[in-house]
């Protein structure tokens, strides 16, 4: 699907029917009316070199009768000209550039391939060092029914226990790039479907849609390797990205194994620790053992806004710094799970009517994680609701190829609104 | 453009503040010793007029040449009086994670004089109650910008005298015609109002009024920043200090131009040194509204997405237009976090803290130890006002539910813990409450512990609610 195809903004809010577009329009107004109140709580926070008490206080005193507290000097005549030179930054080294899929002439059945990676600079800084690629935006898709805010829920009541017609909406309908395949229902915990019913499940998907798939395990280390292995097999070839290998497979002795299966049958992998570039780092290392650099990716945690989002930015900050200045271990492209927006309060939680429209506050939650991280230099993205996926793809789009400064477009101060 | 320059906040040893320090380890500061409080300052965790000696004059000199070598490269600005006066800028970095972003950037509301007085009232009103609290800390708005849509200078000055009838919020007064800020100017200057703006068009007149009152100004020139820099290389040579920059914030499809501009302005302070780009910077999403006709939520969101970006990418002050609760507890929020420390740990130690004043029978819980679902959890029993004990476990800094989709918080990892942490002499019953997102650990962990399980909400805004429902449990 080329850029021009997929769906823009408005087009998405026809699609999500009468509710959301009615309160994007403005007509309905939905009040809720729950207090929530929280105790005290102190946050150490550095007050940093110099005390602002420094600086003078202000002076009081009317127009009229102002003494001029400023030193003036004489008027310049005329303007004193200077220039603004800005050059890009120039970094030694680059992040690997990785293709997720594979068509038939490369041995896989998709349509269509992505790839991620690749980036020379960090995002966004100039004009003249664009990241090389647009971010990847893969929707989930669940193999069993997991508790879900209202506003995700609510367009997926057809779907939502059929992944294979479920992944077919999210590329027909939401414009996919990728699809993501929860397999939770391999979870020894929960219904601990067997490693073969999950493959199934995911040969109906490859079935049902064209687009690369990522397929995300329980967590379990043992049944998630056991999984995977079972997987990598039956979709020979389709260069999945498997989600996600982790130092506690290494612990339980499955990451050798899962990480050559990988590698044989042509699929890529996904390393996941938990906020810490160390970590990342060392389980890195343990995986460049069994499996090649050129094709594993990173999730280094993403945290939703407002329960340490400020983390996970951080951190990507750092890693991708490290990267371009040199580190190899940190030169693989990165994933941010950003549905996990939901999990905060502030994104589902009626707040009272003050902050009414719960519908809006969600898809913005999940849109401002996607966007800060996007800044930070993600590669690719875990999406849900459709209106974050359009906002991500299309700010994304302009933040890559802005349009030419158009002068009038900044002001504000005379309009009327 | 790269000069000379001092060093930056991350050069700086402990040893060149120490240098300048009387020495004499008198710890008036209450530090050991002046070494240790030269470290603390240049961890940005002490301010050096926090060494009482150092203020007097025997030391002038050196306290000076401590307050050179400290400065930021982008100059704190102050608007507003008293009390309510702000400080906007006064940033060391370009990343957060090198030294704590300082001074986190107020947000203004916009009000224009066109409004009717109800109206204005109405929305200074929802300005000031906007309030929501957030673990523990309470989080609202800062300040209005007051915009003159008539043009007419008399309803500008009549405006601004009603706004300083209702509220003491500091003000921006936004026009670039001089004969409307002189209007604004005349009521409001003793609250050294934030002056929105000198233009290349405007620059002798709008600095005459500045110079006259010694209110600090916004500098503009929207998408032009060798035309910035000229403008404030002149109003420099011409006396005036306290600027502030505007880059012009562009929206829809120009919103890249934003953030590079922004990038390249903050950029050439603190890496290039550049003092003539080394000022706050003024985001307005508010321009959002001058795009195409939009529904106005469609604009809110907009105007919401773009105002994260900002906070994100180095806007010092910003001024909104929506007042919708959804649209501006997001940025309340991620101006909180992104201003924290750093280097504030992702988790809190592992242990038993104890609530109000529990007995034998109050209740156990437990949690993660990933700091934030600590302080969200820690904050929703205090506000519940529940005498409990909350066994906080080591998940590895993982939150509840990353922790048991990792298999960090297991039913073994439970039963570790209660035994680590002698749960069985806190209480006299044997009933565990556990996080409702943990809820399918809850078979194995009876299995495990011994323990009967009570599976709590799955969020910890419940957990009051759940305790004066259940508690204590009733036997089948």
Redesign the interface.
């Known amino acids: 699907m080329s850029d021009q195809e997929k769906p823009d903004i408005s087009s998405i809010i026809r699609l999500l029917g009468p509710g959301l577009a009615e309160l994007l329009s403005g007509r309905q107004i939905e009040l809720e009316n729950v207090e929530l109140e929280l105790g005290e709580l102190e946050l150490w926070i550095p007050v940093g070199g110099i005390s602002p008490s420094i600086y003078p206080a202000p002076v009081p005193g009317g127009a009229g009768q102002l003494a001029p507290p400023v030193k003036r000097l004489p008027r310049p005549d005329e303007l004193l000209s200077e220039k603004f030179l800005m050059e890009p930054d120039v970094f030694s080294s680059k992040v690997r550039e990785i293709t997720l899929g594979a068509t038939r002439a490369d041995g896989g059945t998709r349509g269509s391939t992505v790839t991620v990676g690749g980036s020379t600079s960090i995002p966004f800084t100039h004009p003249q060092s664009p990241p090389p690629h647009p971010p990847v935006i893969s929707l989930d898709v669940f193999d069993t029914r997991v508790p879900m805010p209202k506003a995700l829920k609510s367009h997926l009541t057809e779907v939502i226990d059929d992944p294979a017609a479920w992944a077919k909406m999210n590329v027909e309908q939401f414009g996919a790039d990728m699809v993501t395949v929860h397999l939770l229902s391999t979870d020894p915990l929960i219904q601990n479907k067997s490693p073969r019913d999950a493959s199934k499940t995911v040969e109906e998907v490859l079935q049902a849609v064209d687009v690369p798939l990522i397929i995300g395990g329980c967590g379990d280390p043992k049944k998630d390797a056991e999984t995977f292995t079972e997987i990598a097999a039956m979709a020979e070839g389709e260069r999945l990205l498997l989600n996600s290998v982790t130092s506690d497979m290494a612990d339980a002795k499955t990451l050798e194994p899962v990480c050559k299966a990988a590698d044989n049958h042509g699929h890529c992998l996904l390393g996941f620790t938990g906020l810490d570039l160390n970590s990342a780092k060392e389980l890195n290392r343990r995986i460049y053992q069994y499996f090649p650099p050129e094709r594993l990716l990173m999730d280094l945690t993403t945290v939703a806004l407002g329960y340490g989002l400020e983390y996970s930015f951080s951190i990507h900050e750092r890693a991708r710094m490290a990267a371009l200045m040199g580190d190899k271990e940190l030169q693989h492209p990165t994933i941010s799970a950003c549905t996990n927006a939901w999990s905060a309060r502030e994104a589902w939680m009626d707040l009272g009517p003050a902050f009414g429209k719960n519908d809006l506050r969600g898809p913005l939650w999940e849109t401002i994680g996607g966007l800060t991280l996007l800044l930070a230099g993600v590669d690719l993205f875990l999406m849900m609701h459709p209106l974050a996926v359009s906002t991500l793809r299309d700010v994304a789009g302009k933040l890559m190829h802005p349009a030419e400064i158009n002068l009038g477009m900044a002001d504000w101060a005379a309009l009327k609104i | ?1 790269k000069e000379e320059h001092k060093k930056s ?1 991350r050069e700086i040893s402990p040893i060149d503040v120490y240098k300048l320090l009387p020495r004499t380890n008198c710890a008036e500061c209450g530090e050991a010793n002046c070494m240790a409080f030269a470290t603390r ?10 060494c009482p000696p150092i203020l007097t004059k025997k030391y002038e000199k050196d306290l000076s040449k ?2 050179e070598l ?3 490269p982008v100059r ?1 600005v ?1 608007f ?2 008293g009390d309510h ?1 702000l ?1 906007i800028g ?1 940033k ?1 970095v370009l ?3 090198e030294f ?1 972003y ?1 001074n986190p950037p107020p947000i203004a509301i ?1 009000i ?1 004089d ?1 409004m009717e007085n109800e109206q204005i009232a109405a929305r200074i009103k929802k300005v000031q ?2 309030a ?6 309470p989080l609202s708005l800062d300040a209005l910008a007051v ?3 008539t ?1 007419s200078p008399d309803r500008y000055a009549e405006v601004i005298q009603q706004i300083c009838g209702l509220c003491n919020l500091p003000l921006i007064l ?3 015609d001089p004969a409307i800020i ?1 209007a604004g ?3 409001c ?2 609250r ?1 109002p934030l002056i ?2 000198i233009t ?1 068009e405007n ?2 007149e709008m ?1 005459e009024l ?5 209110c600090p100004v916004v500098v503009s020139a ?2 032009d ?2 035309l ?7 109003l420099q ?6 600027m502030v920059l505007d880059p ?10 934003t ?2 501009l922004f ?2 302005l903050r ?2 302070a603190v890496k290039n040194f550049d003092a ?2 080394g000022y706050p910077i003024l985001g ?1 999403p ?2 959002v ?3 195409q006709e939009l ?4 604009n ?2 907009q105007e ?2 773009l105002t ?2 900002l906070i ?2 180095y806007a010092d002050l910003l ?1 909104m ?1 929506s007042l ?4 501006l ?2 940025q309340l ?2 101006r909180f ?6 280097r ?1 740990p ?1 988790s809190v130690d592992a242990g038993v803290r104890t609530f109000g004043n529990p007995d034998k029978t109050s209740p156990v819980l437990i949690t993660s130890n ?4 600590f ?2 959890v ?6 519940a006002k529940i005498d409990c004990h909350l066994i906080v476990i080591d998940t ?4 509840v ?2 922790a ?4 960090y918080l297991t039913a073994s990892k439970i039963a570790e813990s209660l035994k680590e942490w002698k749960a069985d002499t806190l209480v006299s019953h044997k009933y565990l409450i556990i996080p409702g997102l943990a809820a ?2 809850s ?2 962990t009876e299995d495990e512990t011994g323990w009967r399980v009570l599976v709590g909400p ?2 910890s ?1 419940g957990i009051g609610q759940m305790i004066r429902e259940r508690w204590p449990p009733v036997e089948e």
């Not at chain 2, 040579?237 to 306290?242: H, L, M, S």
């Not at chain 2, 990933?370 to 679902?373: E, K, P």
Request: net charge negative; hydrophobic share 35%; charged share 20%.
């Open positions: 453009m906040i300052v240049v961890n940005g965790e002490a301010v050096i007029e926090g401590l307050q400290l400065a930021p704190a102050h507003g009086s006066q400080t006064g060391h990343y957060r994670h704590t300082q916009d224009s066109d109650d906007f929501y609290t957030y673990i523990g800390r915009r003159s849509v043009q936004c026009s670039t002189q100017l005349s009521v200057a003793e050294k929105f703006a290349k620059w002798k600095g500045v110079l006259d009152t010694g929207p998408g920043l060798s910035l820099r000229t403008l404030v290389r002149t040579e011409w006396g005036i200090e306290d012009g914030t562009f929206h829809s499809d120009r919103i890249g131009q953030i590079h990038t390249a950029k050439a003539l780009s307005t508010i321009s509204w001058n795009g529904s106005d939520d469609l809110r969101w919401a997405y994260s970006m994100t990418r001024i237009h919708e609760g959804w649209a507890l997001p929020i991620w976090g992104i201003y924290t420390d750093p504030k992702v990933y700091a934030l679902t302080f969200t820690e904050s929703d029993i205090k506000a590895g800094g993982l939150s539910e990353a048991v989709a990792g298999r399918r650990l078979g194995e799955r969020d805004s």
